[in-house]
């Protein structure tokens, strides 16, 4: 089961293909592959500010599974 790489909760929501939503830190992510390719702050006007300069490596995706 995927997890949130901020809070590293469980409780994620399905946004669209390929996106997922944690209910409890309130980030957005993309996977390929059953990783997370990109993670994302959602702001207070529905925009999103990118957040892979803190969760993801350079050139890899992050893979957080039990």
Same mark, same amino acid.
């Given at each position: 089961?995927?997890r949130c790489p901020n809070c590293n909760? $469980? +409780?994620?929501? =399905?946004?669209? #293909?390929n996106q997922l939503y944690c209910w409890?830190?309130? *980030? %957005?992510? #993309?996977? %390929?592959?059953? =990783? *997370?390719?990109?993670?994302? &702050?959602? @702001? %207070?006007?529905?925009?999103? #500010?990118?957040?892979?300069?803190? /969760?993801? @490596? @350079?050139?890899? $995706?992050? &893979? /957080? /599974? +039990?």
């Amino acid at each position: 089961m995927l997890r949130c790489p901020n809070c590293n909760s $469980h +409780d994620l929501g =399905k946004v669209g #293909t390929n996106q997922l939503y944690c209910w409890q830190c309130f *980030i %957005e992510m #993309t996977t %390929e592959n059953d =990783k *997370i390719a990109s993670v994302y &702050q959602v @702001e %207070e006007d529905g925009s999103l #500010t990118s957040l892979n300069d803190l /969760f993801l @490596e @350079e050139s890899s $995706h992050v &893979q /957080f /599974f +039990d």
